[in-house]
């Protein structure tokens, strides 16, 4: 993962809500498993291993972000578990079809928590960031991001 898509997630997750968190976490295990398999087409063996090992990172933790009083999550835990086994396959046979089935059972996953996202009107969980305004201005196609320095971050004794 290059230092640009770590910037861009770092920013996210600064503007998120939980649900949106959720789904913040879902897009860094796809960055994971998109490198995995790039580093696997050029036969860099030890960054394919690397980037499932991030990958299996990042579903430990939506393992761990599970809420356990909810009877949902013993079914989402289950098949957190099943995808995380499909990635240590997929590292251990070096067989990328098990990789793109754990994909697909993510992304069906993260699909349901973008929706969940949407009619979540939370406060974002990080308080005195920065706010980003995005938008098209006078460039040349391109999206500018500007932040909102006017608010006090600081310690005040």
């Known amino acids: ?9 770092t920013r996210r997750i600064s503007q998120s809500n939980k649900t ?3 789904v913040v976490i879902f897009d860094i295990y796809f960055a994971h498993t998109e490198c995995a398999v790039k580093q696997k087409a050029v036969g860099d063996r030890r960054g394919y291993k690397e980037s ?26 289950a098949i957190y578990q099943y995808c995380k086994r499909l990635v240590y396959r997929a590292l251990s046979e070096d067989n990328i079809d098990y990789l793109k089935e754990s994909d697909r059972l993510m992304g069906k996953l993260r699909e349901s928590f973008v929706e969940v996202a949407k009619t979540d009107n939370s406060a974002k969980m990080m308080q005195n960031t920065q706010n980003v305004y ?9 999206l500018n991001e500007n932040y909102d320095y006017s608010a006090s971050r600081g310690f005040f004794a």
């Open 1 to 9: 993962m290059d230092q640009e898509l770590k910037r861009t997630f």
């Open 52 to 77: 499932l090992r991030l990958a299996v990172d990042v579903q430990n933790e939506l393992i761990r972000a599970l809420d356990m009083k909810y009877e949902i999550s013993e079914n989402l835990k």
């Open 20 to 22: 949106e968190l959720v």
């Open 134 to 142: 995005a938008g098209i201005t006078y460039g040349n196609g391109t």
